[in-house]
């Protein structure tokens, strides 16, 4: 699920607020380094490291001067940096491609519904329900292997999906039980739903002529490569030896921290203030880097993939309503002068028409004026 947080320049209750926060993750290690900076400047005392005979030479230049801790920290601050953005990126990008996805099959729904217009055969209704059914087992399963999926790994014997589906008991036994034995159940609705319109071109259901009919085989391909192009999220992690070289970084900058910060802070507080904050900067944003490499996991600073099955389905819905169907006409009062369009009476807005008792034209434009300017655009044509 996304976390839902106040949007803004600035809201306080965003920094208390604990769902999804990678602080839980970091305050340990960044505790573990402030309190061991602490306990070493306490110990040390005010003892700088210059003077100290028992510390070896070369000991004593590193902490005098901490040029090589500031070169070791600008790498690490590199590689959290260069993580976390590429971890965005794959982020945003799986974000795009499933809205892409979403956005041709429905179109795939919407055309082939559009095409049925004309037909007076039968078979009409049961094409379109089952042309929703489809699309809707299409889209879940897809979220389901975008989440669940991955290099190796057998669909068939993962956990069942949870999406909703668009009445799933309506469609046969036979159909369900191919489905759920299957491994390529994505591939598998889409030749389904690819026979289903070459079975409603025979029957007469789909009257539209062949050239046009092609986009929907077209809008299912657009739709499927935007799948996979998600689903390359999945299946290709952040390479582990970045991975493995950033923690290692991490865990020598945690132990050398403590000991560089005592020696030129000024009492164990600040002491351990710098060393906490050092170390809880640079892990929140590996933290965060790890959250968002996947955004198809199932942590909650990911896409909500249950609401994205809801919303499809209403949209899916959508098409077999009668008032979808219905091609709107003009009404009574519309003005049909082109001149009489660019005035004010003319622009009326969702708020006007909508917030009137019979939804009319709003106040200042007459209903004579409309009939009128009827009359007007017939004599000039």
């Known amino acids: ?191 389904w739903i690819q026979s289903l319109t070459v079975d409603g071109i025979k029957t007469g259901v789909c009257t539209i002529p062949p050239p046009i009919l092609s986009r929907i085989f077209q809008n299912l391909s657009n739709g499927l490569t935007s799948y996979y192009s998600a689903y390359r999220v999945t299946e290709v992690p952040f390479p582990f030896p970045y991975v493995q070289a950033t923690d290692f970084i991490l865990l020598i900058h945690i132990v050398v921290t403590p000991i560089i910060i005592q020696s030129f802070s000024a009492g164990p507080l600040w002491s351990g203030i710098c060393s906490f904050l050092t170390t809880f900067v640079l892990w929140s944003a590996n933290f965060i880097a790890a959250e968002l490499e996947n955004p198809f996991n199932q942590t909650v600073n990911v896409l909500d993939m249950n609401q994205l099955q809801t919303e499809f389905n209403k949209r899916l819905i959508l098409l077999l309503k009668l008032h979808t169907n219905r091609v709107p006409t003009l009404s009574d009062s519309c003005i049909m002068d082109a001149d009489l369009l660019q005035e004010p009476f003319a622009n009326a807005s969702f708020k006007d028409v909508w917030g009137s008792p019979g939804c009319g034209r709003h106040a200042g434009a007459p209903h004579e004026l409309g009939m009128g300017s009827m009359k007007i655009g017939a004599d000039q044509q």
């Open 1 to 191: 699920m996304t976390v839902k947080y106040s949007k803004g320049f600035f809201r306080p209750s965003n920094l208390i607020k604990l769902q999804g926060s990678v602080f839980w993750y970091s305050t340990a290690p960044a505790l573990a380094c402030g309190l061991a900076a602490a306990i070493l400047k306490a110990v040390l005392g005010s003892t700088s490291a210059d003077t100290s005979s028992s510390v070896d030479e070369y000991l004593v230049t590193v902490l005098s001067n901490n040029i090589g801790y500031a070169a070791y920290g600008t790498l690490a601050i590199f590689l959290v940096t260069f993580r976390t953005g590429k971890a965005y990126d794959r982020f945003w990008n799986g974000a795009n491609y499933i809205k892409s996805m979403q956005a041709e099959y429905f179109v795939t729904a919407s055309n082939l519904v559009a095409f049925c217009r004309a037909s007076s055969a039968p078979e009409k209704q049961a094409f379109q329900h089952t042309l929703v059914r489809l699309l809707s087992m299409l889209h879940a399963v897809s979220l389901h292997q975008l989440q669940v999926g991955g290099d190796g790994v057998n669909i068939s014997k993962t956990p069942h999906p949870r999406h909703h589906l668009v009445d799933a008991i309506g469609i046969d036994q036979n159909t369900i039980q191919a489905l759920r034995d299957e491994e390529c159940r994505v591939e598998l609705i889409v030749q």
